[in-house]
Nanobody, 115 residues
Framework: QVQLAESGGGLVQAGGSLRLSCAAS????????MGWYRQAPGKQREMVAT???????NYADSVKGRFTVSRDNAKNTLYLQMDSLKPEDTAAYYC?????????WGQGTQVTVSS
């Protein structure tokens, strides 16, 4: 089992920055990739950024150049640095981990960007 706990969400003005954190615990050695997803009201959950155990990253086109995903293996923590935030980035952000058997999800943290 893997447990994920997000933190760092909040209210920020357009153009501002936030850093999300995701603390992972449990059976972590089998995790092959982790990532961030988001879901805005009335919309489907979408991938924001992912990072593999080898460090390869992938970003949604809408956040390329503004968001950076990283992981600290010593702290078992995943990060999402969000810069130049836009109102359309407003959503609940979820941490995700995959271990070849299943996906695990955190409870989510709300990010609200005011114009």
């Amino acid at each position: 089992q893997v447990q994920l706990a997000e933190s760092g969400g909040g209210l920020v003005q357009a153009g501002g920055s936030l850093r999300l954190s995701c603390a992972a615990s449990g059976v972590l050695f089998s995790i092959t990739s982790m990532g961030w997803y988001r879901q805005a009201p009335g919309k489907q959950r979408e991938m924001v950024a992912t990072i593999t155990s080898g460090g390869s990253t992938n970003y949604a086109d809408s956040v390329k150049g503004r968001f950076t995903v990283s992981r600290d293996n010593a702290k078992n923590t995943l990060y999402l640095q969000m810069d130049s935030l836009k109102p359309e980035d407003t959503a609940a952000y979820y941490c995700n981990a995959y271990n070849r058997l299943r996906y695990y999800w955190g409870q989510g943290t709300q990010v609200t960007v005011s114009s």
